[in-house]
């Protein structure tokens, strides 16, 4: 008996725990918002930090796109080859990517390639009091260090989204038209004919703009929360990628909800 | 000589009855402090200090004795939890946010550890409080950066990076920083650990020179007894969060207390012990 009220107490505790997390980090996006001036007034802080995060990523991110758009195809020929509708191949290719798998898999990619990376730095600088000695230099650390690295992330994941896309649209083509031998031609039309811009483009840019926002603020929030000990700083490392999976599959799933447009019966 | 005019021009503003710490204006005080960072373990139980104005003290005690704690409340990354930590007369805990902003302006902290930017080099490490803090362009800041490291003799390190530094020179990096923008209090934590005997020297005589011709006030955290009654005005011993024994540098040299004996003369027997707490030796080992 003991025992069970035991297990809901630790049930409730990391419910209570999980949620003042939740929290803490919206707060820590108010203040990375109040105190984004210097951002915007000093753009080199975040041009660099577009660099470190978005520049320092492009080959995973390229190579990646370039082979999902080649299996896309592969397996895509499988089954509409089955109806005659091989033709149809550019479409299945774009969609996908454009709508999921280019903000989802990118997303995925940076937050285990970038966001990893910003909490681990801004964790050993913690450690190693490069924090504290800013503050105590009357230089705000979430003004200078905290706020490019965020801005530099949002910045960067939708373009990467854009690039995996694109990448995968090219590998899809190798694979369909130049190793299958479908037309060219059909494939770009096709494709072309639709692709809706709105739905299908300007719906999976705003997804990775949601989670650009998303996996930049659990990046930079560990890494400011992190234990100041070498054990912390790779516990946060460690929580920032799986918790920015987890958030991106989640926020995917509630985003397409929202922009879906067939009927449920 | 600059440094026998300097001492003469001491001499002439503090007349020695000024050298007693109550008897000028004291810059930093601390009244009857105490402070844990747990609520179990306090680390200061009623520090009383004062250093005057224009002076160089030193803080001395064991390791873990908490003089960086000290520091810690005077930049204010915390708060004592009772008793008065005042600078320029000034209590730390209750500035708002812009009394803070102005009294860290007015401040430079050297850390234990140096705390050097790891993503800067030396030049945009000792750069940086200057390009956050002034409108100076940039051919004024490459000189004043330049006069800086060459104080503590690493103009030739400019480029390098931290990780590419020795212990000692990233400590000299540091000093620079703190010094960057000729600080009103400078506290530094530990300058002399970590570096050779030149270097330590050198470090020293900078740190007294820096006191009295940019008319700073100093606090040097250190364990390092003979190199800091070289340079020092003052002398506070610290121990379990208490003070101990203070006093100008003859009177320490000359004091019969047992705990100054013990620490300047390096014993490890004495009032203080060199043991943490722990069970006997025979029980421990059975
Ligand atoms: N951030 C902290 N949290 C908890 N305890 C601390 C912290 N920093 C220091 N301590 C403890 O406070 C004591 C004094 O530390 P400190 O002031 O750093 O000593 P020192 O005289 O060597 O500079 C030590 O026992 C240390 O374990
Ligand atoms: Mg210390």
């Known amino acids: ?265 | 000589m600059p440094d026998t005019i300097i001492a003469m021009s001491l001499v002439a503003e503090f007349p020695p009855s000024a050298l007693s710490p109550n008897a000028c204006e004291n810059l930093v005080e601390l009244k009857d402090v105490s402070f844990g960072y747990t609520r179990a373990r306090k680390i200061l139980s009623g520090v009383t200090l004062a250093v005057p104005k224009g002076k160089l003290v030193a803080v001395m005690g064991g390791s873990g004795c908490g003089k960086t704690t000290i520091l810690r409340l005077l930049c204010g990354q915390h708060r004592a939890s009772s008793g008065e930590v005042l600078v320029g007369g000034q209590s730390v805990a209750t500035m708002d946010r812009e009394q803070m902003f102005a009294h860290r302006r007015k401040l430079g902290m050297l850390f234990q550890f140096g705390a050097l930017f790891t993503d800067l080099s030396v030049f945009d490490n000792v750069a940086f409080p200057m390009r956050e803090h002034t409108q100076l362009p940039q051919d004024i800041i490459h000189d004043l950066v330049l006069m800086k490291l060459n104080a503590v003799g690493l103009r030739g390190a400019a480029r390098l990076k931290p990780s590419e530094l020795s212990g000692g020179m990233a400590r000299r990096v540091a000093l620079a920083r703190t010094i960057a923008l000729d600080p009103q209090l400078a506290l530094y934590d530990e300058p002399f650990a970590g570096l050779d005997p030149i270097s330590l020297s050198v470090v020293g005589q900078l740190i007294r020179k820096l006191n009295d011709a940019l008319n700073m006030t100093s606090i040097l955290v250190t364990h390092d007894v003979v190199e800091s009654m070289k340079i020092v005005d003052y002398i506070y011993f610290i121990s379990e969060g208490r003070v101990v024994a203070h006093g100008d540098v003859p009177s320490i040299k000359a004091s019969t207390d047992p705990f100054v004996r013990q620490f300047v003369d390096g014993q490890s027997d004495g009032p203080v012990r060199f043991h943490y707490p722990a069970k006997t030796l025979a029980e421990d080992f059975a």
């Open chain 1, 1 to 265: 008996m003991i025992a069970v009220f035991d297990a809901i107490g630790r049930v409730g505790s990391a419910v209570i725990a999980g949620v003042s997390r939740i929290g803490y980090a919206t707060r820590f996006l108010f203040a990375i918002l109040r105190h984004s001036g210097p951002s915007f007034m000093r753009p080199r802080l975040v041009i660099r930090e577009v660099y470190q995060a978005g520049v320092l990523s492009l080959i995973i991110v390229c190579m990646s796109g370039l082979f999902v758009g080649m299996v896309l195809a592969l397996q895509g020929y499988e089954t509409l080859s089955r109806y005659g509708a091989s033709e149809s191949m550019g479409v299945l290719v774009a969609m996908a990517l454009v709508r999921e798998l280019g903000p989802v898999v990118a997303g995925l990619l940076f937050a285990s390639r970038a966001g990893s990376a910003m909490t681990a730095e801004i964790g050993l600088m913690k450690t190693t009091e490069q924090l504290a000695a800013m503050e105590v230099m009357a230089v705000d650390p979430i003004a200078r260090v905290v706020a490019p690295r965020f801005w530099g992330g949002v910045i960067s994941l939708p373009l990467l989204a854009v690039l995996f896309s694109t990448l995968g649209v090219f590998g899809g083509f190798l694979v369909a038209v130049k190793l299958i031998g479908v037309d060219s031609g059909a494939f770009w039309s096709q494709m072309q004919a639709s692709v809706d811009w709105r739905y299908g483009v300007m719906n999976g840019v705003i997804k990775s703009v949601v989670f650009g926002i998303a996996v930049s603020l659990i990046a930079v929030f560990e890494g400011y929360d992190a234990d100041p000990t070498a054990e912390g700083v790779s516990a946060a490392t460690t929580r920032t990628v799986v918790t920015s999976a987890l958030a991106i599959l989640a926020l995917d799933f509630v985003l397409t909800v929202f922009m879906f447009r067939g009927e449920i019966n």
